[in-house]
C-alpha cells in the first residue's frame, strides 16, 4: 500500500504529524510568491525552524526577491507605457486643432474665391466664324461728319 493511501484511511497520530504533512507541502509550493510569504512570515514568528529549514529559508528568500523585481519592472514598463500614452494623446489633440484651423482656412478661402469670382464681369463669348463683328458705335470710323 502506498503512503498516501495508508494516509487516506488512517487519521494523523498526532497533531505535530499534521503540521509536518502541512510544512511540507508548504515547502513543495515555496516558488510561489504567496507561500514564499507565508513561510517567511512563519519561520519568522519560529526561529528555531529557520536554522531546521535553512535551505527552504533560501528558497523563499530568494522567491520573493525574484517577485520584487518583476514587480519593479513591470512596475517601470507600466510608468513608461503611460507617458506614451499621454504623449499620443497631446499629438493626437493638437492635430485635431491643426485640422480644424486648416478646415476654417480653406472655408475663408473658398468663400474669397466665390466673392471675387462673383465681382468680375462676364467676358464677352469668343466669336465664331459666322458671325460678323461690327466696331462699337462710339468710335469714329472716318466717315461720319
Request: include cysteine; charge should be positive; charged fraction near 25%.
Amino acid at each position: 500500500m502506498h503512503q498516501s493511501q495508508r494516509s487516506a484511511k488512517e487519521p494523523a497520530s498526532s497533531p505535530f504529524d499534521v503540521d509536518r504533512q502541512l510544512l511540507v507541502k508548504m515547502i513543495s509550493r515555496v516558488n510561489d510568491p504567496v507561500v514564499a510569504r507565508i513561510f517567511l512570515n512563519t519561520l519568522d514568528m519560529y526561529p528555531d525552524l529557520k536554522l531546521q529549514f535553512l535551505g527552504a529559508y533560501l528558497m523563499a528568500e530568494e522567491t520573493v526577491k525574484r517577485s520584487q523585481i518583476r514587480y519593479a519592472k513591470a512596475h517601470d514598463v507600466g510608468q513608461a507605457t503611460a507617458r506614451i500614452k499621454r504623449k499620443c494623446l497631446e499629438l493626437l489633440r493638437a492635430l485635431w486643432s491643426l485640422s480644424v484651423c486648416f478646415a476654417r482656412w480653406t472655408r475663408v478661402a473658398l468663400n474669397e474665391y466665390k466673392l471675387q469670382k462673383s465681382h468680375k464681369s462676364p467676358k464677352p463669348p469668343a466669336p465664331s466664324a459666322n458671325v460678323i463683328m461690327l466696331p462699337l458705335s462710339r468710335k469714329a470710323t472716318g466717315t461720319d461728319n
